[in-house]
């Protein structure tokens, strides 16, 4: 792991009135591009060649004679062969020079190598660099042995599939769509033999990733995303604040249940067995009588990561839950960075972050305030990693 104080020598070499936001174009860009030029800042986003026309074209900025933003959200980008070249020295010299903060999001963590993300990346990355990896799941310290840590209720995990009693979910890639998931759903052992062999012949999974799945028991219920954000900086009130809640669209899970019964039961076999792929998002609010319970199981994965992971969680994170009929929060995910739900909020904001700060507040803003005040107070060291 790079020496935080290695990250801090670089920052300390930037000029503090150029400071500019980078992020991996995909995944929550747009969000973090648009909090950034609300909050004064220059964007500069890294592309995949063959995926760069949303930044390139269709978000790119105008300014005007005095750099007041006219239209768009990206100020200058940068056209690689593939993601993953952004951790050349080359490309990592000009992110310098150009006085860079990165923003990580999925897209940067899944398509490049994590091992030189933490060892190689010499660039101030807002957030927590060393919570990365505890988002892959075959991890020894992964985000579920954090989660028991800090005594939170996750999902029973099924160890063998024999021993499946009642609905459950398998969670395994994706064969095809490499970053996506090739998840199922089985009751009993006879119905996850018969799906996943369904799958096989169909290309969804391999059986590599099969033997290595997790299983889990289902939880019944709604799903709730709570978006929050921790400031280690913030000295007069709460350091996490709460932005907003999402919740997503999921295909062809979504285009299943909007059939009625018996047009479902004549789906030709290749396909009655529904595909998990996060394809969109939408946003949610939570009844109030929940929100103690809700910070509370905050409160707890942080205190967690400050424990097991110093100095912690840094900015903005994601708590994925389903909640049962007794009002459970059940945690089967966390993103331990920027979420992929927060375009929702981009411009007009979470409905929870709105209320706090009295004024529009997406994650991608929250995350170039936080910068703003480090840069303004002289402790922007404490926020990077």
Known sequence: MIDREAIVEVLERYNPSGIQVATIGSHSALDVCDGAVEEGF????????????????????????????????????LVLGKFKDVLTEKV?????????????NRSFTSYCDLGEIEDKFLVPLYGSRNLLRTEEREEERSYYWLLEKAK?????????????????????????????????????????????????????????????????????????????????????????????????????????????????????D??????????????????????????????????????HFPPGIIGPFTLQTAVDKDLKFWVYDVSPRIGGGTNVHMSMGHPYGNSLWRRSMSTGRRIAMEIRRGVDTGRLGELVT
Request: proline share 5%; hydrophobic share 35%.
């Open 270 to 307: 290749a396909e009655r067995i529904p595909e998990y792929v996060v394809v969109g998002h939408n946003s949610a609010t939570l009844r109030e009588s929940s929100l103690k319970d809700v910070f509370d199981m905050t409160e707890r994965y942080v205190a967690a990561t400050q424990r």
């Open 42 to 77: 220059r964007t500069f986003v890294v592309c995949e060649r063959g995926r760069e026309a949303p930044y390139t074209r269709y978000f790119r900025a105008s300014r005007d004679k005095d750099g007041r933003p006219v239209r768009g959200t990206v100020d200058e980008t």
């Open 152 to 268: 939170l209720a996750a999902p029973e995990r099924i160890k063998d599939p024999r021993d499946i009693e009642g609905l459950s979910i398998v969670k395994l890639p994706h064969k095809v769509k490499k970053l996506e998931r090739g998840f199922f759903t089985a009751g009993t052992f006879k119905e996850y033999r018969e799906k996943s062999e369904a799958l096989l012949q169909q290309d969804v999974i391999t059986k590599e990733d099969l033997a290595s799945a997790r299983i889990e028991k289902y939880v019944i219920g709604p799903i709730f995303n709570f978006d929050f954000f921790y400031s280690p900086i913030e000295e007069e009130a709460e350091k996490l604040e709460l932005l907003g809640v999402d919740w997503r669209f999921e295909t062809s899970l979504d285009g299943h249940v909007r059939l009625p019964a018996d047009q479902q039961l004549s789906l030709a």
């Open 92 to 104: 990592q010299t000009q992110l310098r020079d150009l006085n860079s903060i990165f923003i990580p």
